[in-house]
T-cell receptor
Framework: NAGVTQTPKFQVLKTGQSMTLQCAQDMNHEYMSWYRQDPGMGLRLIHYSVGAGITDQGEVPNGYNVSRSTTEDFPLRLLSAAPSQTSVYFCASSYHPAGQGVYGYTFGSGTRLTVV | DAKTTQPTSMDCAEGRAANLPCNHSTISGNEYVYWYRQIHSQGPQYIIHGLKNNETNEMASLIITEDRKSSTLILPHATLRDTAVYYC?????????????FGQGTILTVHP
């Protein structure tokens, strides 16, 4: 099915561990981004990419790295997990840079991460 | 991007129209109005967007006032599955990429 696929759906990490959240889309979208959602905080942009090989920081990039080697994939790496990174992470992609396409930004179903 | 103001919560009877207002009095000329919704535990879902003309798609209608300082999202025949948090977002269009700023949104509860 066309869309944005995120894996894993759930993850528990110990403080200091590292891991990669996967995001893949099969819609040939150039624009991809990662958001985190904390209770009562709304979604906040972590990193984004406007095409393969091009990434930039959002409003809360500290503690996260990204790379974009292909159009389809945009993994998010947590270098040394901290309890403050406990959150729900959403990946989004779009055909149009401002999300003006017919489908706007397409979001994945999220990864629920707990850091203990 | 302009700030938006939405009611915290609204109720609607199933089968009736749900009218969700949004105030964006500081919107500028190149900013679009976008609506997304988030059903519990799911990723946000795009609904509709517009610049200054009213828009309609298979999900909803968007009515933007002539001065563009406010808008209303209309779900013509609400169902229980429309219970969600609805976000009104104002964002520059064109070729500029930028983040979607999700505020608190409106919690819409559709009752049987």
């Amino acid at each position: 099915n066309a869309g944005v696929t995120q894996t894993p759906k759930f993850q528990v990490l110990k403080t200091g561990q590292s891991m990669t959240l996967q995001c893949a889309q099969d819609m040939n979208h150039e624009y991809m981004s990662w958001y985190r959602q904390d209770p009562g905080m709304g979604l906040r942009l972590i990193h984004y990419s406007v095409g393969a090989g091009i990434t930039d920081q959002g409003e809360v990039p500290n503690g996260y790295n990204v790379s974009r080697s292909t159009t389809e994939d945009f993994p998010l790496r947590l270098l040394s997990a901290a309890p403050s990174q406990t959150s729900v992470y959403f990946c989004a992609s779009s055909y149009h840079p401002a999300g003006q396409g017919v489908y706007g930004y397409t979001f994945g179903s999220g990864t629920r991460l707990t850091v203990v | 991007d302009a700030k938006t103001t939405q009611p915290t919560s609204m109720d609607c009877a199933e089968g009736r129209a749900a009218n969700l207002p949004c105030n964006h009095s500081t919107i500028s000329g190149n900013e679009y109005v976008y609506w997304y919704r988030q059903i519990h535990s799911q990723g946000p879902q795009y609904i509709i967007h517009g610049l200054k003309n009213n828009e309609t798609n298979e999900m909803a209608s968007l009515i933007i006032t002539e001065d563009r300082k406010s808008s209303t999202l209309i779900l013509p025949h609400a169902t229980l599955r429309d219970t969600a948090v609805y976000y009104c977002i104002v964002k520059a269009g064109g070729t500029s990429y930028g983040k979607l700023t999700f505020g608190q949104g409106t919690i819409l509860t559709v009752h049987p």
